[in-house]
């Protein structure tokens, strides 16, 4: 996997590919596969040029069950990890993930597989999942639909 230059006219934030060995290569049964269009319009963002030295997306879903999970894996730019941008991030991305989903509706925090994870409730049935792998300086953060749980399936498999 090499990485690409965001689309031309965008930030300075590069598409990672490799950082998508962060995630399972499947979860539920479903591949989690690159997602392209999500990544471009990421990197494209100007707001993202500041603090992320690169980023990648995967979607799974299944439509027969309407199950979706999408996770965004981010590599922060040294220095910029604290308590306070870790919690400004995941409000920031659960208002956006929840903004179709009725708003959000509360926020959470759980043990899942050794990993500190936060997650966010939309009014719409909409979760969203964050971690931060800390020797990597790296976010994972994922919105998931469905009984299936996808999105905290990704969390259990993380590496």
């Given at each position: 996997m090499s990485l690409r230059e965001p689309p031309s006219g965008s930030g300075s934030?590069?598409?990672?590919?490799?950082l998508l060995a962060h995630l399972p290569s499947t979860v539920g049964g479903l591949a989690l596969v690159e997602d392209l269009d999500t990544e471009s319009r990421d990197a494209s963002d100007p707001a993202h040029a500041v603090d992320l030295a690169g980023l990648?997306?995967?979607?799974?879903?299944?439509?027969?069950?309407?199950?979706?999970?999408?996770?965004?894996?981010?590599?922060?730019?040294?220095?910029?990890?604290?308590?306070?941008?870790?919690?400004?991030?995941?409000?920031?991305f659960d208002t956006g993930a929840c903004?179709?989903?009725?708003?959000?509706?509360?926020?959470?925090?759980?043990l899942i597989a050794g990993h500190r994870t936060f997650i966010g409730h939309c009014a719409g049935g909409v979760l969203t999942y964050h971690v931060y792998l800390a020797p990597s300086d790296i976010i994972v953060s994922i919105t998931s639909l469905g009984e299936r749980r996808l999105g905290e399936l990704i969390v259990q498999g993380l590496r």
């Amino acid at each position: 996997m090499s990485l690409r230059e965001p689309p031309s006219g965008s930030g300075s934030v590069r598409i990672d590919p490799s950082l998508l060995a962060h995630l399972p290569s499947t979860v539920g049964g479903l591949a989690l596969v690159e997602d392209l269009d999500t990544e471009s319009r990421d990197a494209s963002d100007p707001a993202h040029a500041v603090d992320l030295a690169g980023l990648a997306v995967a979607i799974a879903a299944d439509l027969s069950t309407g199950d979706l999970a999408v996770a965004s894996v981010v590599r922060l730019k040294p220095g910029i990890y604290s308590d306070a941008y870790f919690r400004s991030w995941r409000e920031t991305f659960d208002t956006g993930a929840c903004s179709q989903a009725g708003g959000v509706a509360g926020t959470a925090e759980a043990l899942i597989a050794g990993h500190r994870t936060f997650i966010g409730h939309c009014a719409g049935g909409v979760l969203t999942y964050h971690v931060y792998l800390a020797p990597s300086d790296i976010i994972v953060s994922i919105t998931s639909l469905g009984e299936r749980r996808l999105g905290e399936l990704i969390v259990q498999g993380l590496r």
